[in-house]
């Protein structure tokens, strides 16, 4: 996904200027921060910037499982019980259960590995929480609007009820260099799941196979903890996603299907 630093239809020079751009690569992807009001581009929004990379740098040193010392590297290996887990994790671990409630098992952070063999991924819960608990340090800097952007999932602020909102590019799945949606969004959050650029790396976790069906799932929604875990869920319930989206209260969604076809809750989704 990209996000459109200038909300709206029509160009406006002077608040081109007032938009600014922070890029860092965290937590092995891309993480951008799109600001504008008071505190844009001063010391403040500095800080905050710095804050919110340290606290996703806080996360990948609980759960990155590229690296050995990790918190949960650690415990995959057996050196740390669920007696030992910090609050973080286990905030983590108690969400994944209840996703895996909500989805009929679809979704799971223990879920079947290659050869059969149950593996922990709390993946498809960190990135989004991750991220949310990141803009916490923005939500605290008054008169700014902002769109924090990680791996094409973010969340987004605009204060004025009345002001353009932010536009949201999704990328078409076939053809990534392209847009399928433009995605209007004042304050909340989008999330895709896809295997455009990861390849088949999620799977129904009833299963342990990918679904064969689906090609991108974007999930609109108050919170982007929620955007995240419902994109994921529904994109391993394959034929079922958009069914099982439109029960979800206060989302709105954009499935792609494999053959080019698309489902979409249309009061979020701009063609």
């Known amino acids: 996904m990209s996000v459109d630093t200038l909300p709206g239809s029509t160009p406006d020079p002077a608040r081109r200027e007032r938009t600014q751009r922070y890029v860092q690569h965290v937590m092995g ?5 799109a600001m504008r009001g008071r505190h844009a581009a001063d010391r ?3 800080q905050a910037w710095a804050d919110a990379l340290a606290s996703l740098r806080a ?14 590297s650690t415990m995959i290996r057996g050196e740390k019980g669920t007696g030992q887990l910090p609050a ?29 063999e149950i593996v922990l991924d709390p993946d498809g819960v960190v990135k989004g929480w991750a991220v949310e608990r990141a803009a916490d340090h923005l939500l605290a800097l008054d008169a700014t609007d902002f769109c924090l952007s990680a791996g094409g999932d973010m969340t987004c602020r605009t204060l004025d ?3 353009a909102p932010w536009r949201i590019g999704i990328e078409n799945p076939f053809d990534t260099r392209t847009l399928i949606a433009v995605v ?16 088949n790396h999620l799977v129904d976790a009833r299963t342990g196979e990918p679904p064969a069906c ?22 391993a319930m394959g034929e079922h996603a958009a069914d099982w989206l439109a029960t979800r209260p206060g989302r709105s969604y954009l499935v ?6 698309t489902s979409r809750a249309a009061t979020a989704v701009d063609r």
């Open 256 to 261: 792609v299907w494999a053959d080019g076809a």
């Open 161 to 163: 009820p009345d002001a």
């Open 214 to 235: 689906v090609a991108s799932v974007t999930v609109i929604a108050d919170t982007l903890t929620w955007a995240d875990i419902d994109a994921t869920a529904a994109y």
């Open 44 to 46: 403040h929004g500095r």
């Open 59 to 72: 996360t990948d040193r609980l759960f990155s499982t590229y690296r050995p010392d990790s918190f949960l």
């Open 29 to 33: 992807m891309p993480v951008s921060l």
């Open 184 to 199: 209007p969004v004042h304050t909340g959050a989008v999330a895709t799941s896809g295997t455009a650029h990861r390849g």
């Open 88 to 116: 973080a994790v286990a905030e983590v671990f108690a969400l994944g259960h209840r996703a895996e409630r909500e989805s009929g098992g679809a979704f799971a952070i223990r879920r079947p590995g290659p050869t059969g």
